[in-house]
């Protein structure tokens, strides 16, 4: 685990009760009945922090907690991944330490396989035929950010030859954290491929329907009365086939003719 100090500073707005307003500078009046009183303050910087100076002593004031999330994005030298962190709390002089958690690295290999298919959460690693045909392209993994409008995303490379250890990816990911898959092939005659996964080891295997077992479909897009229909040029159209799971799926799209 990596541990990073960072300081936040947070500006609060105070103001003094009524009737306590003076010109800086100035010396507080004395209260009735103490002829002898002696301030131990003139301004709110003679007073500890979360204190202002009324009437010449040092009042806490009363303060509401504030809970913010934090997103750390630490750099591609680091080897760590960008991560948030929900109901963070200021801590007393006003730090606040984060620890930033290891990435996860995941290996495996992505083959063509008839009848087979990953399942929505990973359970194990499924069982990969040693003579399916391997598909390259590229795999991105993404997952919903704590901070509103933000992503966690990791993506890389998916090669056909397997190096030493027998993969043919590896991609660094977040633990804890269900991440939808997009596996985008090389082979144009091989649509996308979408799924979720919880990755809880670091194999993970993506097994691709067969390519027998895709269908080809063709058609027109149109617009316009039933009587004379005019072709939409150049729109593009996405189809995809839910599997039994609900959430894993095969997409494909295509352009019309211009």
């Known amino acids: 685990m990596t541990r990073i100090a960072m300081c936040l500073l947070v500006a609060v707005a105070c103001s003094s009760p009524a009737g306590t307003e003076r010109p800086a500078g100035s010396t507080p009046r004395q209260p009735e009945g103490s002829a002898s009183f002696s301030p131990v303050c003139t301004t709110d910087s003679d007073c500890a922090a979360g204190s202002g100076c009324v009437q010449g002593a040092c009042v806490v004031y009363p303060t509401t907690e504030t809970l913010f999330a934090v997103a750390v994005d630490p750099g591609e030298k680091s080897g760590l991944l960008s991560e948030q962190f929900g109901g963070v709390r200021i801590g007393p002089g006003g730090t606040v330490n984060i620890t930033m958690p290891d990435p996860m690295t995941v290996s495996g290999v992505v083959a063509l396989q008839a009848g087979h298919g990953n399942d929505l ?138």
């Open 121 to 258: 959460i990973d359970s194990g690693p499924p069982e990969v035929d040693a003579n399916a045909p391997r598909v390259s392209g590229r795999l991105v993994a993404t997952a919903p950010g704590l901070v509103p409008g933000t992503q966690f995303r990791s993506e890389a490379k998916v090669g056909l030859e397997p190096d030493e250890n027998g993969v043919t990816y590896t991609i660094k990911v977040l633990g804890n954290r269900v991440y939808e898959l997009a596996f985008l092939p090389d082979d144009p005659a091989l649509p996308p491929y979408y799924m979720s996964a919880l990755f809880t080891s670091g194999r993970f295997d993506i097994l691709l329907p067969d390519a027998s077992e895709y269908t080809r479909v063709e058609g027109v897009v149109v617009r316009g009365p039933k009587e004379s229909p005019e072709p939409v040029r150049g729109a593009r159209v996405t189809a995809s086939v839910a599997q039994p799971l609900g959430q894993k799926s095969v997409q494909a799209a295509a352009l019309t003719d211009e």
